[in-house]
């Protein structure tokens, strides 16, 4: 059965942002997630010690780490350092002030519990940037945030994650179908994230 690996970076997002974020997913209808969650430099705002606890109650699911410098690209960094410990099928890469929908795993495995197979599974989300509306393009430079969409985890550890500009998410996108000229992309409708 597919599983997907939820990875999120964070910088100074306690007492009540990041924790947000990571009941979202422990709040999941389904069961196939991991999540791992890396922070930017030595956390001196709780987050070792809000993940550590975590930890104890999810020690099969949840992987945290920091870095022991801050290289303040966005969280780029460390995206690339989360992407080959992924042991899981599928990867979603976000951030840790977004939520995710109770529901998004059952969601996103559901075509292949049905027997189907996909590449990239590709979906709206709402956006903050957006006065919190409805945020879905198509998958490509500049049309598509990171966190909308699933990818194979061998893709992902084929292109890794290398650029450190601000655009980094759609240079990603670019690598990947660079990469895989032919992926198989499905293209959902339901409203899995909230990007703040």
Known sequence: MAEITVAAVTYGQMPWVLPSFVYSVL??????????????????????????????????????????????CYGHNLRDLMIPMVDTEYLLLTNGDNLICHTAVSRLLASFDKGQDWDVIHFPLVHSHFKYTRFKHRFAYGCCDISQFIIKSEMAKKVGFRSREFAADGVYIEHLKTAFPNMRLLDIEDILVIHH
């Open 27 to 72: 709040a999941q209808t389904d069961s196939r997630w991991k999540l791992i969650v890396a922070h930017d430099g030595p956390s001196i705002d709780g987050t070792r010690e809000f993940m550590e606890s975590i930890i104890k109650q999810f020690p099969d699911k949840v992987r945290y780490f920091e870095t022991s410098e801050r290289e303040n």
